[in-house]
């Protein structure tokens, strides 16, 4: 967890943000202060996506958005990759078998990776996307788990085992 400002030093408005936060590399959190479940938060500039509704929001200003009691915003940031695991009830799984790499707004002619690490903080694997037009490359090293790597947003999805995969938009 870290304050806004330190991933984000060029944006005035990062600098006065004390309830939201970054959560990993990617994750934007913004918890519910409200009784009414109203969670306001601000966006830097860019396509923010919603891991938990799935919608996507503008970036370079502030929303408001009601939430549930067990909700709350929780936003990939441009050109990211969130990786979701196979979790069952237990914390300590095979974190790569069965996982989903979510590859969120990814703007043509940029990339995007994701690492996943087992319960000893061991590399397993390491994923990136670059996307060209409407096409993106996906890429890893080889494995023996299987994975798939969908397009946040869409309903584009491969299965892979590591090397190198494309999705059409």
Same mark, same amino acid.
């Given at each position: 967890?870290?304050?806004?400002?330190?991933?984000?030093?060029?944006?005035? !408005? &990062?600098?006065?943000?004390?309830?939201? *936060?970054? /959560?990993?590399?990617?994750?934007? &959190?913004?918890?519910?202060?409200?009784?009414?479940?109203? !969670?306001?938060? *601000? /966006?830097?500039?860019?396509?923010?996506?919603?891991?938990?509704?799935?919608?996507?929001?503008?970036?370079?200003?502030?929303?408001?958005?009601? &939430?549930?009691? /067990?909700?709350?915003?929780?936003?990939? %940031?441009?050109?990211?990759?969130?990786?979701?695991?196979?979790?069952?009830?237990?914390?300590?799984?095979? *974190?790569?078998?069965? !996982?989903?790499? &979510?590859?969120?707004? $990814?703007?043509?002619?940029?990339?995007?990776?994701?690492?996943?690490?087992?319960?000893?903080?061991?590399?397993? $694997?390491?994923?990136?996307?670059?996307?060209?037009?409407?096409?993106?490359?996906?890429?890893?090293?080889?494995?023996? %788990?299987?994975?798939?790597?969908?397009?946040?947003?869409?309903?584009?999805?491969?299965?892979?085992?590591?090397?190198?995969?494309?999705?059409?938009?």
């Amino acid at each position: 967890m870290r304050p806004m400002v330190m991933d984000y030093t060029d944006d005035i !408005a &990062c600098r006065y943000l004390d309830q939201q *936060y970054m /959560l990993g590399d990617n994750l934007l &959190c913004a918890p519910v202060f409200r009784e009414d479940g109203v !969670a306001n938060f *601000y /966006l830097p500039e860019g396509k923010w996506y919603d891991i938990i509704t799935g919608k996507t929001y503008e970036g370079g200003k502030y929303h408001a958005v009601t &939430c549930t009691f /067990l909700e709350m915003p929780v936003l990939a %940031k441009p050109n990211s990759i969130v990786a979701f695991g196979a979790f069952e009830n237990q914390f300590e799984y095979d *974190y790569l078998s069965g !996982a989903d790499f &979510c590859i969120c707004n $990814l703007e043509d002619g940029k990339s995007a990776s994701a690492s996943v690490y087992d319960t000893k903080a061991n590399l397993v $694997l390491t994923l990136t996307a670059t996307r060209k037009g409407n096409t993106i490359t996906i890429e890893s090293g080889e494995t023996d %788990k299987t994975f798939t790597v969908s397009v946040a947003g869409t309903d584009r999805k491969i299965t892979m085992q590591g090397g190198r995969g494309e999705i059409t938009l």
